[in-house]
């Protein structure tokens, strides 16, 4: 036990095995002894041995692993040949530490009893040494670890304990505070941390910190700021929070330098002002930019009111062949500069942000009947067939901004047929994506033009550019058409592409996200009595378009009709000897001869066969008029084609109702309806503005007062009663959104219908007018037919209030 105490006192582990097995060799008198270490299942190693290094039979791996699982002293006879000695193995077993002392006698002591009470005290004994010396060895490689972990990181480390008597600092907390690393001494360390602190230059934001931190029950603290230098040229973040254990109880101070990172975000701080007063001038710049946007649409479309509508209304009047040239010529001018106006406040628009799409229900068929309706002069002029195709898979009816889509579209069938001199415009419309109602829809606007060099794409949807500059002399625009059709598609979740070859034209393909409508029908779907008159008819498509007669094959044949497509006449003709063609649809223009003369043929050969002719023709009223004096057509339809036109004449033709006028003609043949008389008052200050909407409504049959003002229009209310007001929103004195809140509170349950009249173009400029009291809203420059479109609209109402 004497020996043992010598070998506890060292600190290292190899001295105190030495110690500890010299110690047992010494008191047990053995012949020999060694001191054997597992080290795996089949390894074992000697660490201490005297007077030499045993036999390996005597340390086997299999003999010890036994042994050391008992943990029992094991006594037994060597295993050496020749040898009559006895082994004795003490075991131990200590935090992953396992082996034996293995002695080995010539002859066992005769007191058996005392010897094996030896053998038990040394056991417990070595056990004890071994668990103090694997304690040493943890302390000292967690102080090794600690130091290295502490030594690296970039941060200063303190401890201090609250009684004083001990601390620790890491190298940098040494270097940071001043003080020779090795003096670690608490009054050395606590007079260079009150310096350290009493250095910095925010002593009062410190002190508040240093009294909130001491004052609290957790005392702790995080990114505590001490800020040294003006100009700042060091700044610590401070962390201290109590270290608590059962013996130890003290403060752990940490100080990270983050001087740089404190540079880059007072500099933040700094740019950010800055940049909020930026923004702010740019915010003052946009809303004068907007401003004068207004203000600029305004001005420029209260003179182009005068000249267009003046324009349309001198067409009414007596014009020989010359003036009227001259009239057609101021018309088409101010419409192009009209179109150029538009295109620069749309692209200003959209530019500055403040163009916001509408999401109003609409049918895809409308909008681009409406395109075709636009541009089929211009098309008619050059004989171009103006087509579309809608997928199946589109739904009937979708949820966007009509005007947007009818923007884009108008632009593309318009390039189209600006840059084609024959052939034909086609829009094919399809399902690319649907989930639920969300659908993406596809557009080609396909054109057999003059196609566009490769190397030209990218200039396309360029703002202010063509393809070259002889685009812009020969055809006119501004260059901003595509870069429009761009945003507007960017805007709707869209992208825009164009495939084109030089001299077979172009393809423009782009698609737009929107929502389906459900409640919307196509044409013949929802009725069942209209569909049975068709179902099952067969028909007869002459055309010498391919592409037209292939859509108009697809469409009877969506309505459940069986069609044959004819080329040429002569194939067409022929084909009604062998066939019971319920119908013939016969194209007008075609190459050797005419729709009329092909009817003339069918009707003298197969007189007996009466059999229904619908013309198509583009070529304008004195040829269908004089088809109709020879009673050769059912009906006789222009062109470009509305299918759900289209499809009523086939209804009623196949009923055995026949029709012998278009709907236009039929329309003009009626008598018209007496006009209900009444007062309309017009608020404009503009002289040529007032003469205009004067005269239209007099060509209507309607007769009117003219006030200049907002004041004048409450006059005009106390002397009169009007139930319509033309309502211009500038006005002096009183503009036309405060006459209109004056009306409205005047006439609670009488208000007038208020239609607003106005040169703004800009977004929001309805949804004003409407939030102010007014009913409609009409956009200068307009022409006759949008006021009579505005008093077709609101008369009947108005004749049904003023009637009860």
């Not at 910095?200 to 040294?228: C, D, H, M, T």
């Not at 950010?272 to 004068?288: C, S």
């Not at 007189?607 to 004195?622: C, E, Q, R, T």
């Not at 409609?776 to 077709?792: A, G, N, R």
């Amino acid at each position: 036990m004497t020996g043992l105490s010598k070998a506890r006192e060292h600190t290292g582990l190899t001295d105190i095995y030495r110690d500890a097995t010299l110690a047992l060799y010494e008191a047990s008198g053995a012949s020999s002894i060694a001191l054997a270490r597992i080290e795996d299942r089949i390894t074992v190693k000697t660490l201490y041995s005297i007077p030499g290094n045993p036999p390996s039979a005597i340390i086997d791996a299999v003999i010890m692993h036994d042994i050391c699982d008992s943990g029992a002293i094991d006594i037994r006879k060597s295993p050496l040949a020749g040898s009559t000695g006895t082994l004795v193995y003490l075991p131990f077993c200590e935090k992953g530490e396992n082996g034996a002392f293995i002695l080995c006698f010539e002859k066992l002591p005769e007191n058996d009893e005392a010897f094996r009470e030896f053998l038990a005290s040394s056991l417990s004994g070595l056990n004890e040494t071994i668990r103090l010396a694997k304690t040493y060895y943890a302390a000292e490689e967690l102080t090794t670890r600690f130091n290295a972990i502490l030594g690296t990181v970039p941060q200063g480390v303190v401890f201090i304990d609250d009684t004083g008597k001990n601390t620790w600092a890491n190298a940098v907390a040494t270097a940071l505070l001043g003080v020779n690393r090795h003096q670690n001494e608490p009054v050395v360390i606590a007079r260079a941390m009150t310096d350290l602190r009493n250095a910095a230059v925010n002593q009062a934001e410190i002190a508040a910190e240093g009294a909130r931190l001491f004052s609290s029950p957790e005392r702790s603290i995080r990114n505590w700021k001490w800020i040294y230098g003006d100009p700042v040229n060091m700044v610590l973040s401070v962390a201290c929070s109590p270290t608590v254990s059962r013996n130890v109880k003290g403060m752990l101070w940490v100080f990270d330098d983050i001087t740089e990172l404190y540079l880059a975000n007072e500099s933040l701080k700094e740019l950010n002002i800055e940049l909020a007063e930026k923004r702010k001038i740019a915010d003052d710049q946009n809303r004068a930019k907007s401003d004068f946007l207004a203000n600029m649409s305004h001005e420029i479309r209260t003179p182009m009111n005068g000249v267009i509508g003046m324009t349309s209304l001198l067409t009414g009047t007596d014009l020989d062949t010359e003036q009227r040239e001259y009239v057609e010529t101021i018309r088409i001018s101010g419409d192009t500069l009209l179109s150029l106006i538009n295109d620069i406040l749309d692209f200003s628009k959209i530019e500055s942000g403040k163009l916001e799409l509408e999401k109003y229900p609409f049918q895809l068929s409308t909008v681009i009947e409406e395109t075709y309706d636009l541009l089929s002069v211009k098309a008619n002029e050059k004989h171009l067939d103006l087509l579309y195709f809608i997928d199946s898979n589109v739904p009937a009816g979708i949820i966007g901004d009509i005007t947007r889509v009818r923007q884009i579209l108008v632009n593309l069938v318009s390039n189209g047929i600006k840059f084609t001199q024959t052939g034909e415009i086609l829009i094919n419309v399809r399902t690319l994506e649907q989930e639920d109602d969300n659908y993406r829809i596809g557009f080609t606007v396909k054109d057999t033009g003059i196609g566009i060099p490769e190397d030209k794409f990218h200039r396309l949807f360029q703002s202010f550019s063509q393809v070259d500059s002889s685009t812009t002399r020969k055809f006119g625009g501004t260059g901003l058409g595509l870069a429009i059709c761009q945003r507007l598609i960017s805007m709707m979740e869209g992208h825009i592409r164009v495939e084109s070859e030089v001299g077979k034209g172009s393809e423009f393909i782009f698609d737009i996200k929107v929502k389906g409508n459900r409640s919307a029908e196509l044409p013949g779907t929802s009725d069942r009595k209209s569909q049975a008159m068709v179902t099952g008819k067969k028909l007869l498509i002459l055309d010498d378009n391919e592409t037209n007669l292939k859509i108009l094959k697809r469409h009877c044949e969506l309505w459940g009709m069986e069609a044959s497509v004819f080329m040429h006449y002569k194939a067409a003709v022929d084909s009604i000897a062998h066939n019971a063609y319920d119908l013939a649809i016969i194209d007008m223009i075609m190459p050797e001869i005419d729709g009329v003369d092909v009817a003339h043929i069918i009707k003298s050969r197969y007189a007996n066969h009466n059999l229904p002719i619908v013309l198509f023709s583009s070529a304008g009223n004195v040829a269908m008029k004089g088809a109709r004096e020879q009673n050769l057509f059912a009906a006789v339809l222009s062109k470009p084609l509305k299918y759900n036109v289209l499809y009523k004449i086939l209804v009623n033709i196949l009923s055995a109702h026949t029709i012998t006028e278009t709907p236009e003609e039929a329309a003009e043949a009626r008598p018209e309806e007496e006009i209900f008389k009444f007062g309309i008052l017009v608020a404009e200050d503009n002289d040529i503005n007032q003469k205009l909407i004067r005269r239209a409504l007099e060509k209507l049959g309607y007769s009117s007062d003219v006030v200049f003002n907002g004041l004048e229009v409450g006059n005009a209310f106390k002397m009169n009663y009007y139930p319509l007001v033309f309502m211009d929103v500038n006005m002096p004195e009183m503009d036309g959104y405060e006459a209109t809140r004056h009306l409205v509170e005047n006439f609670p349950g009488n208000k007038p219908v208020i239609i607003a009249m106005t040169a703004n173009a800009m977004d929001g400029d309805r949804d004003e007018a409407i939030s102010a009291g007014m009913d409609d809203y009409i956009s200068k420059p307009f022409k006759i037919q949008d006021i009579k479109d505005k008093l077709d609209k609101w008369v009947p109402e108005i004749k049904n209030r003023l009637t009860k």
